[in-house]
């Protein structure tokens, strides 16, 4: 590598035969030659000057197109971020909901009131039926109603004579038979269904017995029902509210066939119907029947 001066000393290069004048021109070509060169030291912009120029310009051209463009999303590729698309997503559509269909609604029992007391008046049912049973000893039977209660005396009259015509009921004994007859026919015996007062005077009057505003009676010639026991139950009885009338008009029909009252007979057992259930069961199973599904009278010892 020679210096500067020595670039400037060296022979022109050329033909051998290039005329002075030729060299004359060489010459005048190395002054300007050093005219530019000494102007680039002082401070005057050349080729590298003009080159390192337009190389910033290009950065700071790259610089705002980084800004504009929101950066790179690989600094080692310099390959532009691609620019994020706002996508509206499209509503989904509220399923249109089908209307519930209107449960039908289930009817109401109707409430039987109870009053405390009543007219102690009755309204005999005019209702009759059949002779149920084979026995030979016929009792013939009217069912009254209390007046103002809510009960329709023919209606109680048809559920009581389908209790004693029932396959368990004092019918199936072949003693007795039964047989339900309307207002203004003879009759032995009156089934009534009174408010507990009138029950309680009813019971006093014909056997003396106190019947607490809460318990039934068989009296001469007739039994009580009380209102209480015939629309509510009793709490030691599980079962249909019809089975335990059945309850109540067997154990009291019993006590008219002659049956006096009975205990459980074990743990387990059916209870006699001729037993108080009312007033616990004792290790018994609650029962309304006389007989068994077996066609077996249900007894127990008997009570005084």
């Keep these: 590598m020679h210096s500067a001066r020595e670039r400037e000393s060296a022979p022109p290069t050329g033909s051998a ?13 190395h002054r300007g030659g050093r005219r530019r060169r000494s102007a680039r030291r002082r401070g005057r912009p050349g080729r590298r ?6 190389l910033v310009a290009a950065g700071l051209l790259g610089s705002a197109v980084f800004f504009l463009d929101g ?6 590729s310099g390959a532009p971020r691609p620019r994020s698309t706002v996508v509206t997503p499209t509503p989904t559509p509220t399923p249109t909901r089908s209307p519930k269909p209107t449960p039908t609604p289930t009817p109401t029992p109707t409430k039987i009131d ?3 007391t009543g007219t ?14 084979r026995g030979s000893h016929l009792l ?4 009254q109603v209390e007046t103002g209660l809510d009960i329709p005396p023919a209606q109680a009259a048809n559920e009581i004579a389908d209790i004693l015509a029932a396959p368990r009921g004092w019918s199936h004994n072949g003693v007795a038979s039964f047989q339900l007859v309307s207002a203004g026919e003879p009759y032995d015996l009156k089934v009534k269904i009174a408010t507990p007062g009138t029950a309680d005077a009813l019971c006093w009057e014909g056997i003396h017995q106190d019947t607490e505003g809460e318990y039934n009676c068989e009296i001469p010639n007739g039994v009580v029902v009380n209102l209480k026991r015939w629309v509510k139950g009793s709490p030691t009885f599980v079962g249909p509210i019809h089975d335990y009338r059945a309850l109540i008009i067997n ?9 006096p009252h009975m205990a459980c007979a074990g743990p387990g057992q059916p209870a006699p119907v001729m037993m108080q ?3 616990g069961l004792h290790g018994c199973i609650a029962n309304a029947w006389p007989y068994d599904k077996s066609g077996h009278f249900v007894s127990g010892p008997h009570m005084p």
């Design 277 to 279: 259930q009312i007033k």
């Design 114 to 116: 109870v009053p405390s």
């Design 17 to 29: 035969v290039a005329s002075g004048r030729v060299g004359r021109q060489h010459r005048s070509s």
């Design 71 to 76: 950066g790179r999303s690989d600094a080692s």
């Design 251 to 259: 154990h009291e029909i019993g006590h008219a066939l002659g049956h």
């Design 140 to 143: 013939r039977y009217v069912v």
């Design 120 to 133: 102690g008046t009755f309204v005999t049912a005019r209702a009759g039926g059949a002779k149920v049973g």
């Design 49 to 54: 000057g003009y080159l390192a120029g337009v």
